[in-house]
């Protein structure tokens, strides 16, 4: 997973929501369950969204 989104970041990485979204998925790779991942302002809404999801599925 963490190689694609290496992948991902070099295809669309000038795109400041999808480093946004690459570096909170990252962290929840990295171990990370912190609501407040979601609160990024460069996010998407619905990215933001699904990263809320995302955490609350895995506590």
Same mark, same amino acid.
């Given at each position: 997973? #963490?190689? +694609?989104?290496?992948?991902?970041?070099?295809?669309? &990485?000038?795109?400041? #929501? +999808? @480093?946004?979204?690459?570096?909170?998925?990252?962290?929840?790779?990295? &171990?990370?369950?912190?609501? /407040?991942?979601?609160?990024?302002?460069?996010? =998407? =809404? @619905?990215? +933001?969204? /699904?990263? @809320?999801?995302?955490?609350?599925?895995?506590?």
């Amino acid at each position: 997973m #963490a190689a +694609a989104l290496e992948k991902f970041l070099c295809q669309y &990485g000038t795109n400041p #929501a +999808a @480093r946004a979204l690459v570096s909170k998925l990252q962290a929840v790779l990295a &171990g990370s369950r912190d609501p /407040e991942l979601a609160n990024d302002p460069d996010l =998407y =809404y @619905r990215d +933001a969204v /699904e990263v @809320r999801l995302l955490i609350e599925g895995m506590k």
